[in-house]
């Protein structure tokens, strides 16, 4: 399940643009002509992660008074470049995040990097910067509420370590068809043979799938008025407590690292005023530029921010059993079951004996689908992958074997 990021048309307006909180903001109407003065300009947003891989967001902006969403770069040349001479292999597109990708776990300490994107002829490059050190997680927790659960952060970092802290994180979760056709020996026409030449009614391929998201907000926090440099349950996500992704085996792996001073400010600025939206990289609601220019026409306007950290990372899994309380579990609004006998004699024949044509499927206690006490399902039930993103690759760090 993954969401892409969009891009808000937004460059214009809020010329005072402070990290001082604002209690009340009016409208205002973008009149035309400075909604057709950003039109054509690019936004480049994303962070170089030493110990991770480096993902970079780029967009075309549209006018403030226009519905569409602001056209993606598919054709642009992304490298992460260093002062020493490094220069990585070229970002690969991602479709399903929307975004360039590129490993950079085995970055250097001993450099400032920056990203440069080669697009419509013009080379764009952001600021160099150090990798900025990261301090361990110390704990990844949760708690189960009434209605919900919360997940928690704990770093305890030195005093002079980095203060200024981001996160993100990966979900993946493990889901159930409604209905276990397992040892059904009626199972056995439903499936391709040519996909399953080993289906056997101990195998259901349908009944076991798979999910991921991200995160998509701005998780910062910063300790740099406190004596202490201590991060202590600080809330990252929460989930509700009969939501899909808790109901069998969830994991969530935590991804932390520093920020500076400056790129700090701005994403306190960009939270403020644009949370409500989109998440980490929606662009800011301001003239400011970040730190993204042009090297080859300084005129032309770019905006984004890049930052530069090495990053720590922490893994949980929170199990069905691990619950103090019975919850609901997962149910396809589409799944519905009935008797054999409720429908046409010619109906039941045609559903036997043609399933892999028909929404529904029956299961009886034997290999005779025209038994009596066979039930009707439709495929709703019995197969997981009619769940809008499921996949059916377990992930590689599963703690189970299911197929």
């Given at each position: 399940?993954?969401?892409?990021?969009?891009?808000?048309?937004?460059?214009?307006?809020?010329?005072?643009?402070?990290?001082?909180?604002?209690?009340?903001?009016?409208?205002?109407?973008?009149?035309?002509?400075?909604?057709?003065?950003?039109?054509?300009?690019?936004?480049?947003?994303?962070?170089?992660?030493?110990g991770d891989v480096s993902e970079f967001y780029l967009s075309y902006t549209t006018p403030l008074n226009s519905?569409?969403?602001?056209?993606?770069?598919?054709?642009?040349?992304?490298?992460?470049?260093?002062?020493?001479?490094?220069?990585?292999?070229?970002?690969?597109?991602?479709?399903?995040?929307?975004?360039?990708?590129?490993?950079?776990?085995?970055?250097?300490?001993?450099?400032?990097?920056?990203?440069?994107?080669?697009?419509?002829?013009?080379?764009?490059?952001?600021?160099?910067?150090?990798?900025?050190?990261?301090?361990?997680?110390?704990?990844?927790?949760?708690?189960?509420?009434?209605s919900s659960v919360s997940i928690y952060v704990t770093t305890l970092a030195e005093k002079d370590e980095p203060?200024?802290?981001?996160?993100?994180?990966?979900?993946?979760?493990?889901?159930?068809?409604?209905?276990?056709?397992?040892?059904?020996?009626?199972?056995?026409?439903?499936?391709?043979?040519?996909?399953?030449?080993?289906?056997?009614?101990?195998?259901?391929?349908?009944?076991?799938?798979?999910?991921?998201?991200?995160?998509?907000?701005?998780?910062?926090?910063?300790?740099?008025?406190?004596?202490?440099?201590?991060?202590?349950?600080?809330?990252?996500?929460?989930?509700?407590?009969?939501?899909?992704?808790?109901?069998?085996?969830?994991?969530?792996?935590?991804?932390?690292?520093s920020l500076s001073d400056e790129a700090y400010n701005y994403y306190a600025t960009l939270k403020r005023y644009?949370?409500?939206?989109?998440?980490?990289?929606?662009?800011?609601?301001?003239?400011?530029?970040?730190?993204?220019?042009?090297?080859?026409?300084?005129?032309?306007?770019?905006?984004?921010?890049?930052?530069?950290?090495?990053?720590?990372?922490?893994?949980?899994?929170?199990?069905?059993?691990?619950?103090?309380?019975?919850?609901?579990?997962?149910?396809?609004?589409?799944?519905?079951?009935?008797?054999?006998?409720?429908?046409?004699?010619?109906?039941?024949?045609?559903?036997?004996?043609?399933?892999?044509?028909?929404?529904?499927?029956?299961?009886?206690?034997?290999?005779?689908?025209?038994?009596?006490?066979?039930?009707?399902?439709?495929?709703?039930?019995?197969?997981?992958?009619?769940?809008?993103?499921?996949?059916?690759?377990?992930?590689?760090?599963?703690?189970?074997?299911?197929?």
């Amino acid at each position: 399940m993954r969401m892409k990021n969009k891009f808000v048309n937004y460059f214009m307006l809020l010329f005072i643009l402070t990290t001082t909180a604002i209690s009340c903001i009016d409208e205002y109407e973008i009149p035309q002509t400075a909604a057709v003065k950003y039109e054509t300009e690019i936004m480049i947003a994303g962070r170089i992660l030493g110990g991770d891989v480096s993902e970079f967001y780029l967009s075309y902006t549209t006018p403030l008074n226009s519905d569409e969403e602001a056209p993606d770069i598919l054709n642009a040349e992304v490298h992460v470049v260093g002062q020493n001479g490094y220069r990585s292999e070229a970002a690969e597109f991602d479709i399903e995040e929307n975004c360039y990708t590129v490993d950079t776990r085995a970055l250097e300490n001993n450099t400032h990097y920056a990203v440069e994107v080669t697009v419509d002829g013009d080379t764009f490059q952001s600021d160099f910067q150090p990798l900025l050190t990261a301090p361990e997680i110390d704990e990844v927790t949760w708690q189960e509420n009434e209605s919900s659960v919360s997940i928690y952060v704990t770093t305890l970092a030195e005093k002079d370590e980095p203060r200024n802290y981001m996160w993100t994180f990966e979900e993946d979760w493990e889901i159930h068809a409604e209905v276990d056709m397992r040892g059904y020996d009626i199972i056995k026409p439903i499936y391709n043979k040519e996909h399953y030449p080993d289906l056997t009614e101990t195998h259901n391929p349908y009944y076991y799938g798979w999910m991921h998201d991200v995160s998509h907000k701005i998780l910062m926090h910063s300790t740099s008025d406190l004596s202490e440099n201590v991060i202590k349950d600080t809330k990252l996500h929460e989930i509700g407590i009969e939501d899909i992704r808790i109901s069998y085996i969830y994991s969530i792996l935590v991804k932390q690292w520093s920020l500076s001073d400056e790129a700090y400010n701005y994403y306190a600025t960009l939270k403020r005023y644009t949370e409500k939206n989109e998440g980490l990289f929606t662009p800011i609601l301001s003239d400011y530029q970040g730190n993204v220019s042009c090297l080859t026409n300084p005129k032309r306007r770019v905006h984004g921010y890049v930052l530069a950290s090495n990053v720590k990372t922490k893994r949980i899994f929170i199990y069905e059993e691990d619950f103090k309380n019975m919850r609901s579990q997962y149910s396809h609004d589409l799944c519905m079951a009935m008797k054999r006998n409720v429908y046409p004699q010619t109906f039941v024949a045609l559903i036997g004996s043609y399933p892999w044509l028909s929404p529904w499927v029956i299961m009886a206690p034997d290999a005779d689908w025209y038994h009596k006490d066979a039930t009707i399902y439709t495929w709703y039930c019995v197969d997981c992958r009619q769940t809008e993103g499921v996949t059916k690759k377990r992930p590689d760090f599963w703690p189970n074997n299911h197929e």
